[in-house]
């Protein structure tokens, strides 16, 4: 069964350093990931996908991620962190070989920017 | 932002009352999608739909169920509200291949 693990419910950084978001998953097929973000009362936004493309994938506000199939990872960084980037982060896994597009989600990290 | 409006934004219900949410999306998307969010659990997968009356479970599907009759409606009721479910539910929709796009999110609270 396919599954991803984010490791660290809260992730807390100065401004201006770097942020590191890490997810792992677990997949029998070829994955297709995402990352979304979800700022507070709102809905989920898509910040970068992985689709057997280039392994380093960039994203929107500075964020990229890499895709490493020998460690299973999907990271996700930003050199420099903002205050508006608090938020909360989710990495997903489409689930199965099919194309019905249903996610696996991780449990959610929180990023804490302090000033 | 893609078209996808969820009402009610805000519910509050009594244990054992039926309960629906409606997602309404104007972007002409094959698959619709409800999760509920839970601290801790991140997203799960409540039911989908592949197209107009076809519907199918997800992760966590016991105590609601779905219905399509058109398009750009996707309805989530709630037969008989449980404490359980008191939740955010979000809806999403997607292209075969492509990513998910989500509503604001209804938050229910069952008393």
């Known amino acids: 069964a396919q599954s991803v693990t984010q490791l660290g419910s809260h992730v807390s950084v100065s401004e201006g350093a770097l942020v590191l978001l890490r997810c792992n998953y677990s997949s029998s097929v070829p994955p297709y990931l995402f990352w979304y973000v979800q700022y507070p009362n709102q809905g989920l936004q898509l910040l970068l996908k992985?689709?057997?493309?280039?392994?380093l994938v960039k994203g929107i506000n500075g964020f990229e991620a890499e895709f490493k199939k020998s460690e299973t990872s999907f990271h996700l960084t930003k050199p420099s962190a903002h205050m508006s980037d608090a938020a909360e982060y989710f990495c997903a896994v489409v689930h199965g070989s099919s194309n019905t597009g249903k996610l696996i989600f991780g449990q959610g990290t929180t990023l804490q920017v302090k000033p | 932002d893609a078209g996808i409006t969820q009402s009610p934004r805000h519910k509050v219900t009594e244990t054992g009352t039926p309960v629906t949410l409606r997602c309404h999306q104007t972007?002409?998307?094959?698959?619709m999608y409800w999760y509920r969010q839970d601290p801790g659990h991140g997203l799960r997968l409540i039911h989908y739909?592949?197209?107009?009356?076809?519907?199918d479970k997800g992760e966590v599907s016991d105590g609601y169920s779905v219905s399509r009759s058109k398009t750009e409606d996707f309805l989530l009721t709630l037969e008989s509200a449980t404490s359980s479910q008191t939740s955010v539910y979000f809806c999403?929709?997607?292209?075969?291949?492509?990513?998910?796009?989500f509503g604001q999110g209804t938050r229910l609270t069952v008393v």
């Open positions: 739909s592949y197209g107009v009356k076809d519907t």
């Open positions: 992985y689709t057997s493309a280039a392994t």
């Open positions: 999403a929709i997607s292209e075969p291949g492509a990513e998910a796009f």
């Open positions: 972007e002409n998307h094959r698959y």
